[in-house]
Nanobody
Framework: QVQLVESGGGLVQAGGSLRLSCAAS????????MGWFRQAPGKERGFVAA????????YYADSVKGRFTISRDNAKNTVYRQMNSLKPEDTAVYYC?????????????????WGQGTQVTVSS
């Protein structure tokens, strides 16, 4: 089992920045592929960014490319997402996902473990 705890959400004005963290425990962090998804009210949970376990390859949704950066610190068992130039449409609950499988980075079904989510609200 893997436990994931997100932190760093909050209220920010449009154009501002936030950094989200997701701390993992219960399994060797370096063996996990990690991803971030988000869910806005009335919408399905959608892919934001992912980072692979080995060489740390990264993937981004088109809507966040150039604004969001995903990174990981294996020594701290933590994955980060730096969010810059935030827009009101980025408002959502952000979830961290993890898997030890070889799976699609951008699909919900590719992840086996989820955190509780953290709210990000961007005001205009």
């Amino acid at each position: 089992q893997v436990q994931l705890v997100e932190s760093g959400g909050g209220l920010v004005q449009a154009g501002g920045s936030l950094r989200l963290s997701c701390a993992a425990s219960g399994r060797a962090f370096s063996s996990l592929n990690m991803g971030w998804f988000r869910q806005a009210p009335g919408k399905e949970r959608g892919f934001v960014a992912a980072i692979r376990r080995s060489v740390g390859g990264t993937y981004y949704a088109d809507s966040v490319k150039g604004r969001f950066t995903i990174s990981r610190d294996n020594a701290k068992n933590t994955v980060y997402r730096q969010m810059n130039s935030l827009k009101p449409e980025d408002t959502a609950v952000y979830y961290c996902g993890a898997t030890s499988r070889i799976s699609s980075a951008s699909h919900l079904q590719g992840y086996d473990y989820w955190g509780q989510g953290t709210q990000v609200t961007v005001s205009s």
